[in-house]
């Protein structure tokens, strides 16, 4: 299944939901069984460690995304 055809969005904003976008599918792909994807959230949705590293993640993404549309220049 191809879900991601190109980085280039129009605006910030939907370059910063694609940064999301590609969090969640990263999670997706590392574990594909969504029973227990659903069962860790459980854990880690009241963790603030966990939390603030799926932000960096989410920043990351959104730093390439980016850089590939020169910064919406």
């Not at 227990?36 to 799926?54: F, G, H, M, P, V």
């Amino acid at each position: 299944m191809v879900w991601l055809e190109t980085l280039i969005t129009d605006t910030p904003q939907e370059g910063y939901e694609l940064a999301i976008k590609l969090s969640r599918m990263g999670v997706k792909y590392t574990q594909p069984d969504e029973k227990i994807r659903n069962e860790l959230r459980q854990e880690y949705e009241k963790n603030a460690d966990s939390l603030t590293a799926a932000s960096h993640v989410v920043a990351v993404h959104f730093q390439t995304i980016a850089q590939a549309n020169s910064f919406w220049k």
